[in-house]
């Protein structure tokens, strides 16, 4: 109880320094506010961005799309994951594929969903999918890995198989496994939607975000950046570490990572 | 103890079978109608390829008759396939040669007729007690109503009622194997598999699940086969124990236990006849310690130590 008060005055106290370093630099005005914005302005473009409905357009836009592309990462990963862990010969070629494509950024696949897809939503959901496809695959063949064979074996006894050994037992067996993965696919799907929203006239955050650099307006570029970071870290902290806290009840202590 | 005393709760079939050695039983495709045995095995071979891609056998013409309504004990030193064995049974993987006959059918996949009791209890972590029992009755697609009665008449069969609710990890050790006991009954099989089912437990939980067992063994009269490498377990426990050899595995030799139930682990007659199985015994431990020591010295427990 008093070491997290602690940690919550140290958090409060870190960030209310934060903000007073960056409005004494404002105050101090060393830089021209096209270059450094200050902290009444930030917050005045926030406000006519949601006055105006051009932020909850751009978020409404942006989720939709980020939530449709992660979704789709998440099934197409497991069953790729799921197979590559339970076939050698999926492990030796598409496995290797699979960690060499890591090393390419997303956004690399721009062009090539350009040309595929032309300027579209689909193209923008190609480069979400590429982005965050890898992670929850890796992250799944580890899992179905990591995950204690007797759990298989227990329900396969119990008469579990095809299908519902899959969905009742294999699954939430290698879940907290999984959940470490699942979480970094969200966070690579949503920085690669923003990063392909910069690419092109589509409503969405990352395009506000590029408005304001066309406007040369700092305070909307930096309220956009902090409205990007904010959502980042809501849906982690609210989604993810409520699922992890979920199956801390369930689980007890998770034994591995 | 040649003699077979019917003094068990259920009536059993006198076949004559050899004591010692090898059951030999001439088995035809099918239930011998005559002496109706729950399962068979027949010339169970087990043999598997080693990472360095070496063959080695893991059990060698296994033959074993078990009646219905028998409580079967299997020992043997570690290392000599007898969880294998069950694993063969329940269907969890292939014998490369040999036939395993359930109620005169040959076994040819895991069947919820004969469920396996594990040694780390295997029991589903995401889900509570009551569903992890109404898991296989879920599985056949039972109603749900009919599940949840079933699943608070066999929680009350080992004394769990109250924790329908609790999740696994907050539950002790022993309540976690009579919990896997619950799970396994609820599907109604014929057969419990149960693989050193007590191993990890302290000696006072223990006794009490072997009271549990016993007494539940003797309500719904399965057929129980048991995997331990404690000789006194097997003798407080079983009608019949099987001495498996040391690598590869075979029947060294059979004990028939005509000791009243219940029976405790501290009866004199239970340790004295453990001893005679343990003599036996000793000589495959010995050689388990001496491929474990191979490179080394070589420690030798005597005969009568």
């Known amino acids: ?257 | 103890m040649n003699t077979r005393l019917t003094s068990s709760p259920r009536a059993r079939s006198e076949n004559a079978r050899s004591r010692l050695g090898l059951v030999s039983s001439a088995p035809k495709a099918g239930a011998d109608s005559a002496h109706p045995a729950k399962v068979r095995l027949r010339d169970i071979c087990l043999s598997y390829r080693s990472q360095t891609g070496e063959q080695f056998l893991a059990l060698d013409h296994i033959n074993l008759e078990v009646p219905s309504g028998e409580f079967v004990c299997i020992v043997g030193p570690s290392g000599c396939g007898k969880s294998t064995l069950l694993h063969l049974i329940a269907g969890l993987h292939r014998q490369s040669s040999g036939e395993i006959w359930f109620d005169g059918t040959p076994v040819a996949g895991p069947g919820t007729d004969r469920i396996m009791i594990f040694q780390e209890h295997a029991l589903f972590p995401w889900l509570t007690v009551g569903k992890n029992v109404a898991f296989g009755m879920k599985m056949k697609g039972m109603e749900r109503t009919e599940r949840q009665e079933r699943t608070r008449y066999y929680l009350r069969l080992v004394h769990l009622a109250k924790f329908e609710n609790s999740y696994i990890h907050q539950l002790s050790g022993g309540m976690r194997q009579r919990v896997a006991i619950a799970r396994a009954l609820a599907t109604e099989p014929d057969v419990l598999l149960m693989d050193e089912p007590f191993g990890a437990l302290d000696a006072q939980t223990r006794d009490i699940l072997h009271d549990e067992l016993e007494r539940i063994w003797s309500e719904t009269g399965r057929t129980i086969i048991f995997v331990t490498h404690n000789v006194r377990e097997a003798v407080r426990l079983g009608d019949r124990v099987v001495l498996l050899t040391f690598r590869p595995g075979r029947v060294k030799s059979e004990f028939c236990v005509d000791l009243p139930r219940p029976r405790h682990l501290e009866d004199p007659e239970v340790a004295t006849t453990a001893r005679e199985v343990l003599d036996q015994l000793r000589e495959e431990i010995n050689q388990s310690l001496e491929a474990e020591y191979a490179a080394g010295t070589k420690p030798r427990i005597e005969p009568g130590a």
């Open chain 1, 1 to 257: 109880m008093k070491s997290s008060m602690k940690r919550a005055a140290r958090f409060i106290a870190f960030y209310v320094a934060l903000f007073a370093l960056w409005t004494i630099l404002a105050l101090l005005k060393i830089w021209p506010p096209y270059l450094f914005p200050t902290p009444w302005g930030v917050g005045a473009a926030l406000y006519s961005g949601f006055k105006d409905h051009t932020y909850i357009i751009a978020i409404e836009t942006s989720m939709q799309r980020v939530l449709i592309g992660y979704a789709i990462s998440v099934v197409l990963g497991m069953v790729l994951g799921l197979g590559v862990a339970s076939n050698k010969f999926l492990e030796d070629t598409v496995g290797s594929l699979l960690v060499s494509l890591q090393s390419l950024p997303s956004i690399c696949w721009w062009p090539l969903a350009l040309l595929w897809f032309g300027l579209s939503q689909n193209a923008i959901l190609f480069v979400v999918i590429m982005g965050s496809l890898l992670s929850v695959t890796l992250a799944m063949e580890d899992g179905r890995k990591q995950m204690p064979r007797i759990y298989g074996m227990a329900g396969r006894n119990l008469g579990a198989k095809g299908f519902k050994l899959f969905w009742y037992v294999l699954l939430p067996a290698s879940f907290p496994f999984i959940v470490t993965g699942l979480k970094q696919g969200w966070a690579f799907a949503w920085r690669s939607l923003i990063a392909a929203e910069m690419l092109y006239l589509s409503l969405g955050l990352g395009q506000v975000l590029m408005m304001g650099r066309d406007l040369n307006d700092m305070s909307a570029v930096v309220a956009v950046m902090l409205l990007i970071i904010a959502i980042g870290y809501l849906v982690d902290g609210i989604v993810f570490r409520g699922l992890q806290r979920r199956l801390q009840t369930k689980w007890g202590l998770i034994p591995v990572s």
